[in-house]
């Protein structure tokens, strides 16, 4: 859809100014270029004819992080998240592509045993400290020139991807009746696979069955670069993947991925016949922090008393509305002791792949959140997303807070009991 | 575009990072809040004062204009750059510098948002009075280009009353300080001129605020009407009792409809207007005065009228008054928020005719406002796509302009004159008016390069007609001219201009040996026939006198409506108005009664081109044009000679009741703070030494509502009581003479009588430290205000040096409001001089070019 048929969602915007209050890119850089009434601006511009499609517009359309935070401050609720992402898939249409990350979404992405492949060389690369990362994985250097800096972002690859160790299938769980799928997110998959563990040892405490799959990329990155096309085609890979068995729930521990999930019917092209397979499948996507109940059994005597601090990713609270259920678990969790964050809904700049793509812009607003952070004397920093835990590591490194990172399943899979069960290593 | 050399020697200054060349930032910088557009050459984003300087002389060199701006939130095109000028954007300046809690002040960069402000205070228990509805996203440079109000400046005031120094980059790259951390810097007030100046006078930096601690409790109301006029009347019945709530949000049936599909917040859909009011302060007698309310409102015909049972309540409550520019934005793809100001009493008849405009220009609108500061914001909906709507929605909203004007009003009341308003100025201000103004402006930017194209119409040449020569000079006793009205004054001005007299404005004479010694003798140009009730309209707490009024006089008139000037200057039994205002003489009540500036709605007065100018109106709420009122107010009769004054008047409280206990100074210091630190509302924190008399008496006043008097007199003395004095003793003082009145006129009858204006925590330290001499007659340390008052009978040089010096150290300044002759022959009164003076001297020689008025009384004498 161009841009154009927009335009009465456009002409909404009266220009009050409240976006660059919640806007992190605003506040980190203090530039309207960089805050939602200048991207709808720039808009209007496009669509009134005062601008042209061309490079200068680069910055305007893609230095957003799509956190929405500027939807949840906007009187008429403009969508400006979904306006820029319009405008990236006119962009690149109009003024070009970039070849090496179209190659990225349309080779590697679809699947996924390249994914860990790529991260496994990547890793190595690491590990030897002959090659760097940005070196073996030449394909990310499309992200931009900051590549080189914002390699270190990365600490070090785990050596063995979550599915490489715990292969796709069936698996029996303690629970009741449900038959649940558990949709593996590549950055689960490959960067945060003891956050899946735990993930599967919860969803197994509610499920009769959990059902890790063999999915692929969920189709978010290329949405969000604007490549709509490339996007539909990891879909729908995915939904002829989740339709093929009865699961009652669709659950992913990636908030990020649940939100996307979510909207696939979005997603469809006009005509498609998939059309009713997505909306099905939509329906049945709950994030983790949705299907996780507090643990009922006593906690380990073991367990040290811990300050625990909670960070919401963009997909969950505005994305899916997902703000009362993590902090109801967290605190639920005996010898825990919640505060809240102040700005925890703020985006931490990680947003998929934006820090590797403005890294300067990235860092600014991973430091508000680093600020925000050691101001809470928290000891543990949880999250539902496994971009904001590589991001928010990485802040915590940088700044050697005593912090521990982790997702909440990690968390609470630590202090559940769950006997009998085989535990996922 | 920009000169390529120029936009280097930019990016030389700021980096090259922090300039944004090209079409986008062109296109993004083009608009604010407003309708307003016009696309910019360039914008810079400087990093601190010395960069923002820097900038400006770069431009200023080069006769490229610019345009200050925050967040750009701006609603009437103030922060649109045109003549494609450069953009000077101080997002970067986004730090809190300092928090001194103790001497109740913040000082910020002035592109930290007014909620940054607030979030940093709340946990302390302090809060800045302005609360402009877009406070999240609108910057303190903003607000004080703007002189922003809010909701509750209807108790507070409104930025200009909270604003104590501001560090200021003049358009010719000079930086300037305009006060500090002292409520009443010496000379001109330039901090009040610089606020609401709307960015055409220089860029503010840094600002010292005023804050304040929280009130003890809050009570929020909603009323219910089935008649918006019943809502109306209800808010004049409520000010005219005496209750000033902390706030007076009027919704009308548009609106709260509208809020109601988007928020669901409780409101009525059925009702024609509901009343968000809220009051606030100690816990005591607050129940009681809501109960008052609620009665005055139900007395008007209120359906209903509910206290909100908890903050969640209160909360959802105040959502909808927050929420209700969003909801009437899903209606409409635009709107434009018309700001004008009528007094309260006429607020029914304004809506009439809000609502029977909006019809006849075929627009849907909305009324949600500030109904307790008579602050209209009629919301008119439309499509600024469709260029035909566009120009009938500004016809429209003249047109409504015009009728509030018509009903007593004014044309803005905090949004700013901008670009949108320029074409109402002429509705309020005669060609001599703007060209006073003008002539302001032309002393800090003769090139006129910053801000251009805002706030004043071009120049009418056949305006400036010349004046014509008086028939004769008036009668007049030697060394006295008595005109017999502002306009005799005026020809008394022209007739001194003509002759080369020097004319010194004189009311009773009590007051009169204010500032240096003047450089020629001078005529007394007395107002005594100026004298007299102009307006008394009690409803709206307003009054009008002539300048030549008794203070004594306008207060016994005042009474009759139980009403009064809550001002008690020095020798207030003899002293006249206009004497008052031109030395904004005031008491230790200026803490909690405000200063002549704070009190002051506007006047006239005959300038030094012998024209009567009018400054300011008779709402509580006016930012139209340079605030002249406040340039004037404490011009100690050097720029022009009073005619008339319009003051915000103040219902008289119950009961008058102090505390009172004598100890050492430290001793009272400590317990004066102790007092300013809690939630009591002192009317003043003094402690007085008189004659032989070792130590010191401590006074703490009160006023108001018996109920809540009698509670702050109980705690008051515990606070003393805690913090080492020994129980202090009440009593009862007159209304009008206060609890100073015979140390003030022992103070005003000493040879010597000095003024030290400190920040509130230097307080205790300077006469404790100061020489006293054997037979000074009166000291009074006012550790709110941050003043302290010495009568002495002798001073010698090397003294006052020393006085100088230590308050400058302590980050004040001194003057000797009172010393014989040869001692002002002898040394400048106001101390040494200070470069921000010379502002002082430029404005009057470009407002009274021929020296007529007072000359050489001001600060920092020339040669």
Request: proline share 7%.
């Amino acid at each position: 859809m161009a841009i154009a048929e927009q335009y009465d969602e456009i002409a909404r915007c009266n220009r009050c100014g409240f976006c660059q209050v919640a806007c992190p890119v605003f506040r980190a850089t203090g530039r309207e270029t960089g805050v939602a009434r200048g991207r709808i601006a720039m808009l209007r511009a496009l669509v009134e004819k005062r601008a042209e499609w061309n490079r200068e517009l680069e910055n305007s359309l893609f230095a957003c992080l799509l956190c929405g935070a500027c939807t949840a401050n906007c009187f008429p609720a403009l969508p400006t998240s979904d306006l820029i992402l319009e405008a990236r898939t006119e962009y690149l249409e109009r003024v070009g592509r970039n070849p090496l990350l179209r190659l990225l979404f349309t080779r590697l992405l679809p699947h996924p045993e390249r994914v860990r492949l790529a991260a496994r060389a990547a890793g190595l690369g690491k590990r030897s400290g002959a090659t760097r990362v940005a070196k073996a994985l030449k394909l990310l250097r499309c992200f931009g020139r900051d590549l080189e800096r914002s390699e270190e972002i990365v600490d070090r690859f785990p050596a063995r991807a979550f599915r490489d160790t715990v292969k796709p299938g069936s698996y029996p769980g303690s629970g009741e009746s449900l038959r649940i799928a558990y949709f593996v997110g590549c950055g689960t998959d490959v960067m945060c696979p003891a956050a899946g563990a735990a993930s599967l040892q919860l969803l197994q405490l509610v499920a009769r069955r959990v059902t890790v799959l063999d999915n692929c990329c969920c189709g978010l990155p290329p949405r969000a670069y604007g490549e709509r096309d490339a996007a539909w085609k990891l879909a729908a890979k995915n939904i002829a993947l989740l339709s093929s068995e009865p699961f009652d729930l669709i659950v992913t521990d990636c908030s990020s991925c649940a939100s996307f999930l979510k909207k696939y019917p979005a997603l469809v092209p006009p005509g498609d016949p998939l059309a009713p397979a997505a909306a099905a499948v939509a329906a049945k996507v709950r994030d983790l922090l949705e299907v996780v109940v507090p643990p009922s059994a006593p906690s380990l005597q073991a367990d040290e008393h811990l300050i625990v601090t909670y960070h919401d990713p963009c997909h969950a609270v505005r994305g899916q509305g997902l703000s009362a259920q993590p902090r109801n678990l967290l605190r639920a969790l005996k010898n825990v002791e919640y505060r809240e964050l102040p700005e925890a809904d703020w985006c931490c700049g990680g947003a998929g792949s934006y820090a590797l793509s403005h890294y300067d812009v990235s860092r600014k607003i991973l430091e508000r959140k680093m600020d925000n952070l050691a101001r809470t004397g928290a000891g543990v920093l949880a999250t539902s997303c496994p971009a904001c835990i590589l991001q928010l590591s990485y802040g915590v490194r940088l700044r050697q807070l005593p912090v521990r990172v982790c997702h909440v399943s990690e968390l609470i899979a630590s202090r559940t009991q769950a006997p009998g069960l085989p535990r996922a290593t | 575009m920009i000169d390529p050399v120029l936009l280097q020697q930019l990016r030389r200054i700021v980096g090259p990072d922090h300039v944004l060349a090209g079409h986008v930032g062109a296109e993004v910088y083009s608009y604010d809040a407003s309708l307003a557009q016009a696309a910019p050459g360039v914008v810079v984003f400087p990093g601190d004062t010395a960069e923002t300087a820097a900038v400006v002389r770069a431009l200023s060199a080069a006769g490229v204009p610019c345009t200050p701006r925050g967040f750009g939130t701006n609603l009437s095109g103030g922060s649109v750059a045109l003549q494609h000028g450069v953009v000077i954007c101080l997002t970067r300046l986004n730090r809190i510098l300092h928090m001194d809690i103790p001497g109740r002040i913040l000082r910020v960069q002035c592109g930290v948002t007014n909620l940054e402000v607030q979030n940093a205070l709340a946990p302390l228990g302090y809060f800045f009075a302005p609360d402009p509805a877009s406070q999240k996203a609108a910057t303190l440079g903003g607000n004080i280009g703007e002189n922003s109000g809010g909701p509750h400046c209807l108790k507070y005031g409104v930025t200009v009353n909270h604003i104590l120094g501001l560090e200021v980059v003049l358009p010719d790259g000079e930086v300037h300080s305009f006060g500090g951390e002292g409520f009443d810097p010496p000379g001109y007030d330039l901090r009040g001129l610089f606020v609401g100046s709307e960015g055409t006078l220089g860029i503010a930096t840094e600002a010292v605020l005023r804050i304040m601690p929280r009130a003890e409790a809050v009570i929020t109301m909603l009323a219910v009407y089935d008649d918006i006029a019943d809502a109306a009347r209800s808010v004049t019945a409520i000010i005219s009792q005496g209750i000033v709530p902390a706030t007076l949000e009027m919704m009308d049936t548009v609106i709260i409809g509208a809020v109601e599909d988007s928020i669901h917040c409780g409101y009525p859909r059925d009702a024609a207007a509901v009343l968000i009011i809220e009051v606030e302060g100690l816990a005591a007698g607050l129940g009681a005065q809501a109960a008052r309310i609620q009665a005055l409102c139900m007395a008007q015909g209120c359906r209903s009228i509910r206290e909100a049972s908890d903050s969640a309540e209160r909360n959802q409550l105040w959502a909808g008054r927050r929420g209700a520019f969003g909801a009437i934005a899903r209606i409409a793809p635009s709107y434009l928020v018309a700001d004008c100001t009528v007094p309260r009493t006429r607020l029914p008849e304004a809506l009439l005719e809000v609502a029977r405009l909006c019809q006849h220009h075929g627009f849907k609108s909305g009324n949600v406002f500030h109904a307790g500061d008579g602050n209209l914001h009629p919301l008119l909906l439309f499509d600024a796509r469709d260029k035909a709507q566009l120009a009938r929605v500004h016809e429209a909203a003249m047109d409504i302009t015009a009728a509030c004007v018509r009903l007593g009003g004014t044309i803005t009341g905090e949004h700013g004159v901008g670009m949108e308003k320029i074409g109402a100025m002429r509705l309020v201000f005669s060609e001599h008016d703007l060209d006073f103004q003008r002539a302001v402006r032309k002393t800090f930017d003769p090139r006129e390069t910053f801000n251009p194209g805002k706030m004043f119409p071009p120049p009418v040449p056949s305006a400036a007609t010349p004046v014509a020569t008086p028939a004769a000079p008036p009668p007049a006793p030697a060394g006295e001219w008595l005109p017999a009205d502002a306009q005799e004054a005026c020809e008394c001005v022209r007739a001194a201009a003509r002759a080369g007299l020097a004319l010194l404005p004189a009311g009773s004479g009590c007051l009169g040996g204010f500032g240096n010694h003047p450089d020629r003798p001078e005529i007394r140009l007395r107002s005594d026939q100026l004298c007299g009730v102009i307006d008394v309209d009690p409803a709206n707490q307003v009054a009008v006198f002539g300048s030549g009024t008794p203070w004594a006089a306008a207060q016994a008139r005042l009474l009759e409506h139980r009403q009064w000037i809550p001002i008690r200057p020095p020798l207030s039994g003899a002293c006249t108005l206009g004497g008052m205002v031109a030395l904004g003489a005031c008491g230790p009540e200026r803490m909690y009664h405000g200063a002549p500036r704070d009190r002051m709605l506007g006047l006239k007065f005959v300038s030094g081109l012998g024209r009567e100018i009018v400054a300011g109106g008779k709402v509580v709420k006016n930012v139209a044009g340079y605030d002249m009122t406040r340039l004037l107010t404490g011009s100690a009769g050097t720029l022009g000679f009073l005619t008339e004054l319009n003051f915000r008047t103040a219902s008289v409280p119950e009961v008058c009741r102090a505390l009172r206990v004598r100890g050492d100074l430290a001793a009272c210091a400590r317990a004066a703070a102790a007092v300013l630190h809690s939630t009591l509302e002192p009317v003043f924190v003094t402690a007085v030494s008189r004659g032989p008399e070792p130590g010191w008496e401590l006074r703490v006043g009160f006023e108001g509502f018996a109920e809540t008097v009698e509670v702050q007199i109980k705690k008051g003395q515990a606070l003393i009581r805690e913090s080492g004095l020994p129980l202090p003793e009440t009593f009862d003082y007159p209304l009008l003479e206060g609890a100073h009145a015979a140390d003030l006129a022992a103070f005003c009858s000493s040879a010597f009588a000095i003024c030290a204006n400190l920040p509130a925590g230097a307080v205790a330290g300077f006469p404790g430290d100061a020489p006293t001499p054997p037979g000074s007659s009166c000291r009074i340390a006012d550790f709110a205000c941050g003043r302290v008052s010495l009568g002495l009978p002798a001073l010698s040089g090397p003294d006052w040096q020393g006085i100088c010096a230590r308050t400058s150290q302590a980050g004040g300044s001194a003057v000797v409001t009172q010393a014989p002759e040869a001692f002002k022959q002898q040394f400048d009164v106001f101390g040494p001089p200070r470069p921000e003076w010379r502002l002082l001297h430029d404005l009057k020689d470009g407002l009274d070019p021929g020296h007529v008025f007072a000359p050489g009384r001001l600060p920092g004498r020339k040669g």
